[in-house]
């Protein structure tokens, strides 16, 4: 059976990413609401947001138990097609999350609801990549091999380890014959516990530079693997959650789902600030503890973006950071203050603070 309908791929939500949600104004003070009062679900990238290949980054497993307590729907979309959603499980699982496989939503998934659109039923697929994709592509009713036949109507490749040169070779010859190309996910890198390899964009550029033909991508940035996720979680106000610009953010971006960049893994606080407005996202923290805390968005005025006593202001074509400029804030008051002024374009101007120094590792 089908795990995705057609149906699945049409995105819920209507706001614009950069739309958030705001708490019912009074006139009794109360404490700013955190993320956990703002959303009703959390999706979920996972290398290099949750873990780095076998080791988990500090916070994850407290700050998802922490959402379910509070009753959030959770979701687990990751480019990863390396791995079956029990096998995902089983991976959070010895790194003390609570997961379940019904909230795994992995590009393999994505990339079947593209190749039965493109490829008739019991037709014989070319799989590159691990057992996770290959129980995907049989669970849809096709058949696999793993070289080229005369009757193979597709190739679907996903990363793992045991890829090889043989491997590519195989789907070469499939492709070049005019089989329908399918890329999982197009991540140039991977992140390790020894640092970041190639990904399996890698691999597949190798593909699209031998044959001359362009992959069609499933996974993040594309838009669907957020909608899925949102429609499963039965979500009307979700959480992209996610470390790397050009596929966690930008994908979030693209499915109308507010953002939420954690500095934990590739990309860095000023590589959002730089980005294009398609990968920027909404908000900026260091870690993913702040999911319990404060989500207060700063104020813009005019040139200017502020959030308690720390600001930033454009100056000359560079944004000027005053305040606490050791602080998450110095962060998300430059962020906001690009996604304002810049809503179109790329902001190409320094970044610097008032007293010239360097910004160090963020604190409270």
Known sequence: MNRIKQSSLRCPLTSP????????????KRPDPTFLDLF???????????????????????AVAAARARGLAI????????????MVVEHLASLGYEAHAHEVVNSPMIAMSLVRAHVEPGSTILVVGGRGLVEEVERNGYTVTREDRDDVKAVIQGFAPTVGWADLAEAAYAIRRGAFFVATNIDSTLPTEKGFAPGNGSLVHALEFSTGVKAVAAGKPEPAMFKVAAEISSSSRPLAIGDRLDTDLEGGNRANVPTFHTLTGVSSWIDA???????RPVFVRPNLSFLGKSAAHPVIDAERAHLGSTAAHLEGGDIVVTGDASSWRAAQVVLSL????????????AIRAASGELFGPFGE
Do not use: C, Y
């Not at 990413?17 to 009794?28: D, E, G, L």
């Not at 009703?40 to 407290?62: K, P, Q, R, W, Y």
């Not at 690009?338 to 101007?349: K, L, Q, Y």
């Open 75 to 86: 979701a687990f979309a990751t480019n990863n097609a390396s791995r079956t959603p029990d």
């Open 273 to 279: 600030a730089h980005a294009p407005a398609i990968q």
């Open 40 to 62: 009703d679900a959390l999706l979920f990238d996972m290398d290099g947001t949750l873990m780095n290949g076998s080791t988990v980054i500090e916070h994850g497993v407290d």
């Open 17 to 28: 990413p950069h739309q958030i949600p705001h708490p019912t104004r009074s006139n009794v």
């Open 338 to 349: 690009v996604n304002a002024r810049f809503p179109e374009s790329t902001f190409e101007g």
